[in-house]
């Protein structure tokens, strides 16, 4: 961890992901995610992207449930998962959303991008919040290093540019 | 006593970790081929081997610190363990170091020459010609929308749905749309009427359209295939609108091209990966070969110490046997040839243990026998000297000290040259020695009258030599005894039966005699003239006074051959020096008397004792008796070493001849010109009867004293 830690700290500051909103709302009892996420890809990443390399990036939604003598309990940990992959002949980016099978094309990276980090009530079915305790929504989003071929793994875990993890965000659930 | 069993150590859990890691690096390899299950454990593989390295570098880095330690100790096994480790370690990393170096250059060679600068460009030329091919039905596809644009010019946004319906049947296109300037969606129809929401252009599609009036893309399709994006403005609208047409490309086509793509994608991936692939290829190989290293030289300290154990073993056993612990026993734990080694160990100390205990038996029996023949020797009054071949003094007994009068003790070891001149006294003695011992192989025997200062002693010297087990000379021994008094007590009782029978012979006529002069003298008392009768009387006074001498001589031989019965008790000897001295003071010059206080008492007739005290009083005052100046010195001491006390009477009267000396105390032996010759004799008689000795010795310039030592009373 602390390795990690070190790495992150060594990471480009442009090239980052972060957080600007979100928010969980309950529609027909069915909890709608909406979120900005600014995705700014290092130059290994785009690299990569623009060779072939398919990145795959997740976003760890859980509800914390803060507890005062005890450390927060993490409930519905769920993990949403986010393809970018570009497509040499045609001269696009695919957005490809892993769990719907949906698939967007977008003849810029921007536009891409910023469509990946555009969640707009993205359905969240398998997910609980407890009535009664303080509870807060976490949203983290990460470039998955495990997604990207077997060769670039290791040089990926020591490289900076591959280090693209946003900080928790934090929002109360119940106001 | 066994010895401690050697630690063993625990090597369950390095050998599970090194089992475990090659495993691991298995699985690794394994998983670089992408097919393999254990792709997604990749990175968690190389983690798990990292830690493993890790752990197996701590463990050797502590048997090195260990190994180290050790050979600053200088610890036994050090050195050989470290060659081992060093030999272990050479042999290893030399073709451990060749595999790894000419499997990475064959490696790195394989993958360079995967990629190709013909292929490169083969790969690019085979995706331009798809772009190209593609491009010229893309074109015929926007004068299609074109066409279709044109037909909608001028129709409100009511009309343009029931328009594109219509239209949508005309032209090969798939979905038409019409989209106002900020992108929404005015009327949309696709031929498949499950499609409910159009295929939407993104931001930047609908920035180059406004830019440019026009936009034209290719895009992979939602599930297969290929598709034709256009854009196209709507002209002559009251409000401006765009019209987007989808077209799909022929599957044949879409197919070749995707499958164009798909090559070149894979290739540029491929290409893209290359040093990762190197990376990790050079990865993997060194985590291998730094795991064969560190194997190698733990598995090379586990041998070097199973190895060197026993010899540690054998080190510690050798060195407790060198201190004398000879019951010190190894732990056998092998059946190798070390383990033989132990087992020969362990024997040759038991046979060692064995030897020692019957070496010390022997010991103790020889020290026994030893000190039981020191103790029968030292107790014996005959003297017993031993010597080597050279004839260099071996052993001695106090016998011999007290016979010859001298300290032999102090001359072990010294050849009888050394001795005498050491001791010149026992010159004539130590020739004797030589003599007979260089001259006789045998036993000899011979009587040899021993002279020392004060007196001559007869001793009887037996010699013998001495033989080994093998028959081989190895010595001589000689006893000697002092037989003077053997001699001396033979002529006493000889003097005594002389005494008895004379006292007996004589005295019986003495009387008839006396009384036969008594009556011729009664008888012819007055029948004589004058003349004879004073011859008469005379002749039978003669008579009557030699027969009293006689009767007084013979009484002395009765009393020298029969002495009265004796009644001794405690007696201070000091007051009856005293007593007597006094009865002499008178008589006497020059009696000089010096009694040490405090003496002790002696077991003594006071009679029989006044007797002596008084006889020899008598024979230095007669002695004395011509000489001017003449001085008697009578002394008393107590001498503790003997528990005796010495009484002293000097004169220095003229003494007594050296030859007379050795016979002063026999009977008939005297200087005087009267007596009986027997007042010495019955001296020593009654001093040997109280156990004490008498000895007579020169005074210088003139004189003698006599010497008696009397036992004290033991409290």
Not at chain 2, 446 to 451: D, L
Request: with cysteine; net charge negative; charged share 20%.
């Amino acid at each position: 961890m602390i390795w990690l830690f070190s790495v992150s700290c060594f990471a480009d500051e442009e090239a980052n992901i972060t957080i600007n909103s979100a928010t969980l709302s309950l529609q027909d009892q069915t909890f709608l995610l909406s979120a900005d996420i600014n995705y700014k890809l290092s130059d290994e990443a785009v690299e990569a992207l623009h060779n072939g390399v398919t990145l795959t990036f997740n976003i760890d939604l859980s509800v914390i449930e803060s507890r005062d003598w005890l450390w927060d309990k993490h409930h519905n940990n769920i993990t949403l998962r986010y393809r970018i992959q570009y497509h040499t002949l045609a001269e696009t980016y695919q957005i490809s959303n892993l769990s719907s099978n949906a698939q967007h094309n977008f003849s810029s990276l921007t536009a891409a991008l910023h469509a990946l980090g555009s969640l707009r009530d993205i359905p969240i079915h398998a997910i609980a919040i407890p009535e009664g305790y303080n509870t807060q929504g976490s949203i983290t989003a990460y470039l998955n290093i495990e997604a990207l071929p077997l060769p670039m793994r290791p040089l990926a875990y020591i490289t900076a540019g591959w280090y693209l993890r946003s900080d928790s965000f934090l929002w109360p659930l119940n106001p | 006593m066994a010895s401690k069993p050697i630690k063993k150590r625990n090597y369950l859990i390095p050998a599970g970790v090194l089992l475990s890691l090659l495993f691991s690096l298995y699985l690794m390899s394994h998983a670089t081929q992408s097919s393999s299950q254990f792709n997604e454990l990749f990175s968690s593989l190389i983690v798990v081997n990292i830690v493993g390295t890790l752990f197996l570098l701590g463990l050797l880095i502590a048997n090195i610190r260990w190994l180290w330690k050790q050979f600053k100790k200088q610890a036994v096994g050090s050195r050989i363990t470290a060659r081992i480790v060093l030999l272990f370690f050479a042999i290893s990393v030399i073709p451990t170091g060749i595999v790894f170096y000419f499997s990475n250059q064959l490696l790195h060679q394989s993958i360079d020459s995967w990629f190709d600068a013909q292929i490169d460009d083969a790969m690019q030329n085979s995706l331009t010609l798809s772009r190209r091919s593609l491009d010229n039905r893309t074109i015929s596809l926007i004068k299609e929308t074109r066409q279709i644009a044109s037909q909608l010019e001028g129709q409100s946004d009511i009309f343009l749905s029931l328009s594109l319906v219509g239209l949508l049947q005309q032209t090969s296109a798939v979905e038409l749309t019409a989209f106002s300037k900020q992108g929404q969606i005015i009327a949309t129809t696709n031929i498949d009427p499950n499609v409910l929401i159009p295929n939407t252009p993104d931001s930047s599609m609908l920035s180059l359209l406004r830019q440019n009036g026009e936009f034209i893309g290719l895009e992979p399709g939602t599930y297969k295939g290929l598709i034709v994006r256009t854009l196209v403005e709507i002209k002559h609208s009251a409000i401006k609108r765009y019209l987007q047409a989808i077209y799909t490309v022929p599957e044949d086509i879409s197919e070749l091209a995707s499958s164009v793509e798909d090559a070149y994608t894979a290739y540029q991936e491929f290409n893209y990966l290359r040093n990762s692939l190197r990376f990790s290829f050079t990865l993997t190989l060194s985590l291998v070969l730094v795991f064969s290293l560190l194997a190698a030289s733990w598995v090379a300290f586990v041998f070097a110490r199973e190895l060197v154990a026993p010899i540690r073993q054998l080190v510690t056993g050798t060195k407790a046997v060198a201190a004398g612990d000879y019951e010190k026993k190894l732990k056998v734990g092998r059946q190798d040839e070390l383990g033989f080694l132990v087992n020969s160990f362990n024997e040759m100390t038991s046979r060692i243990l064995s030897a020692r205990v019957e070496a010390r038996t022997a010991q103790k029996d020889a020290e026994a026998q030893h000190a039981y023949l020191e103790t029968v020797l030292s107790h014996l009054s005959n003297g017993v000297l031993s010597f080597d071949l050279s004839l260099r003094l071996k052993t001695t007994n106090r016998g011999a000290n007290q016979i010859l009068e001298q300290p032999l003790t102090a001359c072990i070891g010294f050849s009888l040259e050394d001795i005498t001149n050491k001791f010149p006294e026992l010159q004539s003695f130590t020739s004797l020695l030589i003599d007979h011992f260089s001259t006789k192989t045998h036993e000899w025997q011979h009587e040899f009258v021993f002279s020392t200062d004060d007196q001559k002693k007869t001793l009887l010297l037996k010699g013998t030599s001495l033989y080994a087990t093998d028959q081989t000379l190895s010595g001589y021994v000689l006893i000697f005894d002092d037989v003077t008094p053997i001699i001396q007590s033979q002529r006493n009782a000889a003097w005594s039966e002389v005494a008895q029978r004379l006292a007996h012979e004589i005295k019986n006529p003495l009387t008839p005699i006396q009384l036969s002069a008594e009556r011729l003298q009664r008888k012819l008392k007055g029948l004589l003239d004058d003349d004879a009768d004073k011859i008469l009387k005379k002749s039978t006074d003669t008579i009557a006074q030699q027969v009293a001498a006689m009767k007084s001589m013979v009484n002395d031989f009765s009393d020298f051959a029969k002495p009265p019965e004796s009644k001794p008790q405690a007696l201070h000897i000091g007051q009856l020096i005293d007593d007597i001295a006094t009865l002499y003071q008178a008589q006497i010059k020059q009696l000089n008397v010096t009694i040490e206080d405090n003496l002790p008492s002696v077991f003594a007739d006071s009679v029989r004792l006044r007797q002596v005290l008084i006889n020899l009083i008598k024979n230095a005052q007669e002695a004395i008796s011509d000489t001017d100046n003449g001085q008697i010195t009578v002394s008393a001491h107590h001498h503790q070493d003997t528990q005796s006390i010495e009484i002293c009477i000097a004169d220095n009267g003229p003494g007594v001849d050296n030859s007379e000396l050795e016979h002063i105390f026999e009977p008939y032996v005297t200087s005087k010109g009267k007596g009986t010759g027997l007042g010495l004799a019955i001296v020593k008689k009654i001093i040997e009867e109280h156990g004490g000795s008498i000895r007579i010795k020169k005074v210088e310039p003139q004189g003698a004293n006599f010497v008696i030592q009397l036992p004290v009373i033991n409290t």
